[in-house]
């Protein structure tokens, strides 16, 4: 059975630092691809960093590159997402999603496409105020 829990979210201003959390009861944690999303209302949702554990190895959006740090703790089998210079246009609720394990990806890195990813956590509402 898989279960993400995220935490971490909140109400910020411009400018300010998040650092969001995804903890992972799952299968196999060595072998999949783990990524953030989030979604504002009334837009899609929209994939924001992925990282491969068991290689470390990440993507960004456009959006937030430069900004936002993904990252995991192997050993608590948690995935992190650090936000920097956030920006009003940042707020969403936020998700740690995850595929079926397997092998690293031949392109090196997860893709953040939501529609290939089948295990969702409930979400943390991130607010950034200007």
């Known amino acids: 059975q898989v279960q993400l829990l995220e935490s971490g979210g909140g109400s910020v201003q411009a400018g300010g630092s998040l650092r969001l959390s995804c903890a992972a009861s799952?299968?196999?944690?060595?072998?999949?691809?783990i990524g953030w999303f989030r979604q504002a209302p009334g837009e899609e949702r929209e994939g924001v960093a992925t990282i491969y554990t068991g290689t470390g190895d990440t993507y960004y959006s456009d959006s937030v590159k430069g900004r936002f740090t993904i990252s995991q703790d192997n050993a608590k089998n948690t995935v992190y997402l650090q936000m920097n210079t956030l920006k009003p246009e940042d707020s969403a609720m936020y998700y740690c999603?995850?595929?079926?394990?397997?092998?690293?990806?031949?392109?090196?890195?997860?893709?953040?496409?939501?529609?290939?990813?089948?295990?969702w956590g409930q979400g943390t509402q991130v607010t950034v105020s200007s």
């Open positions: 799952v299968d196999d944690y060595s072998r999949r691809c």
């Open positions: 999603a995850t595929r079926t394990p397997g092998r690293a990806p031949h392109n090196g890195y997860c893709y953040t496409d939501p529609r290939i990813y089948m295990f």
